[in-house]
């Protein structure tokens, strides 16, 4: 019988935190059921009135080099695709519409994060990549355009500002360095109800 807790992943493979995030998603899949929700990140950061750290003159080099060295400290292969950030609407688009299972999302990343490709480039081999026809047209039902926006609004309406999030038990956890957090979590499901969380969260903002 199946106790594990439900939860969901929401995530756009233009994130290089949210690919190092599924490569140690084992630390919790003994714990949680995830389920990957592709999304489009830009979407979200408009809608959360964000702003992606590529975006970000200042931030850029910091963030990127920063990358490099997380993915050196966990081991994890770790390459830039030609350029970024860059367009993920189709690719994310057939994550929808193949309804990506954890073994081709993982793939959709290693494609750009390890093999450093962006899929706009290489649409073919890219689908190839994903275990798909070499002539697999970009997708552009309505349906699957429509999914995709759907996925993004609940992600925002779960309280997701970014990728990765992991959504569990109304609980928003967003980052690659939240796996400790989730599994001290799952240790002390009281946690956000002790008075410093709550407090917390409540904290009057000094400059309204």
């Known amino acids: ?21 599924i490569k140690q ?16 990140l830009g979407g979200l950061l408009r809608a ?13 080099p910091h963030t ?3 990358c490099v060295w997380q993915s050196e400290k966990l081991g994890i292969p770790f390459r830039f695709p030609e350029h970024h950030p860059f367009m993920t609407v189709a690719a994310q688009r057939l994550l929808v519409e193949q309804k ?20 706009n480039l290489s649409w073919s081999e890219f689908c190839n990549y994903l275990g798909l026809p070499a002539d697999t047209a970009k997708p552009e039902h ?7 926006i759907e996925n993004t609004n609940q992600a925002k309406a779960d309280g997701a500002f970014g990728v990765p999030a992991l959504i569990f038990n ?13 599994l001290d979590y799952l240790a002390r499901p009281g946690m956000f109800a002790e008075a410093s969380y709550a407090y917390a969260a409540n904290v009057p903002n000094g400059l309204n």
């Open 142 to 148: 309505p349906d699957v355009k429509a999914e995709l």
């Open 48 to 60: 959360t009135n964000n702003q992606g750290p590529g975006e970000v003159a200042v931030k850029r």
């Open 170 to 182: 109304k609980h928003c956890f967003w980052g690659v360095d939240t796996i400790d957090w989730v």
């Open 25 to 40: 998603r084992q630390r919790l899949e003994g714990y949680l059921d995830i389920k990957p929700v592709p999304i489009l």
């Open 64 to 66: 990127y080099q920063f």
């Open 100 to 119: 990506a299972n954890w073994v081709m999302v993982e793939k959709a990343f290693d494609y750009v994060w390890m093999e450093g490709k962006d899929p």
């Open 1 to 21: 019988m199946n106790t594990k807790t439900s939860a969901t992943l929401y995530y756009d493979i233009i994130s290089p935190f949210a690919y190092l995030y």
